[in-house]
T-cell receptor
Framework: QQPVQSPQAVILREGEDAVINCSSS?????VHWYRQKHGEAPVFLMI?????EQKGHDKISASFNEKKQQSSLYLTASQLSYSGTYFC???????????FGGGTRLMVKP | DTAVSQTPKYLVTQMGNDKSIKCEQN?????MYWYKQDSKKFLKIMFS???????INETVPNRFSPKSPDKAHLNLHINSLELGDSAVYFC??????????FGSGTRLTVV
């Protein structure tokens, strides 16, 4: 079952913050986050395992709410380099294939 | 050294032809995957394969078949190509509990 991402698109000015959400109707084992720039491959950002943990590096962080089966990606003080399409990928048990959400297009303007 | 490499990068072919896309990873990962990305950017899982098990997404037509000569390679064969097969195909690899590393993609155009 495909996770649902929101919003579908967001436009920011440099320095603004954004939140991207990823929801599942089924209990999740893990949530992955990826960023894909135009014409390139998706690049892994981080993975969160069930247990409600939060992770982050630099100004990008994410949380996983096991009760709501929802993960959120937080982009703080956005930079031009953050532009791209963000995908969440979910699986329901260890070793399962990831199913990706429809993506969130993020554009950061000067 | 490229971690996950795919060839060719571009592939233009006629309907009805059979084609293959090659994928190799040098990361020592135990699982490899094929994903299809359509024009709306939707990433759809096609196959997952490790040295023990092949998992096929049931929605994938049987014209598509993965072939793995060894742990570092997972090739994709497509028979009787159709217009709807036009897409970007990504190979990826991972170890359990880690993120996926994607190849640079193969843009397939069927005319």
């Amino acid at each position: 079952q495909q996770p649902v991402q929101s919003p579908q698109a967001v436009i920011l000015r440099e320095g603004e913050d954004a939140v991207i959400n990823c929801s599942s109707s089924k209990a999740l084992y893990s949530v992955h986050w990826y960023r894909q720039k135009h014409g390139e491959a998706p690049v892994f950002l981080m993975i969160l395992l069930k247990g409600g943990e939060q992770k982050g590096h630099d100004k990008i962080s994410a949380s996983f709410n096991e009760k709501k089966q929802q993960s959120s990606l937080y982009l703080t003080a956005s930079q031009l380099s953050y532009s791209g399409t963000y995908f969440c990928g979910t699986d329901f048990s260890a070793g399962n294939m990831l199913t990706f959400g429809g993506g969130t297009r993020l554009m950061v303007k000067p | 050294d490229t971690a996950v490499s795919q060839t060719p990068k571009y592939l233009v072919t006629q309907m009805g032809n059979d084609k293959s896309i090659k994928c190799e990873q040098n990361l020592g990962h135990d699982t490899m995957y094929w994903y299809k990305q359509d024009s709306k950017k939707f990433l759809k899982i096609m196959f997952s394969y490790n040295n023990k098990e092949l998992i096929i997404n049931e929605t994938v037509p049987n014209r598509f078949s993965p072939k793995s000569p060894d742990k570092a390679h997972l090739n994709l064969h497509i028979n009787s190509l159709e217009l709807g097969d036009s897409a970007v195909y990504f190979c990826a690899s991972s170890s359990t509990g880690d993120g996926y590393t994607f190849g640079s993609g193969t843009r397939l155009t069927v005319v």
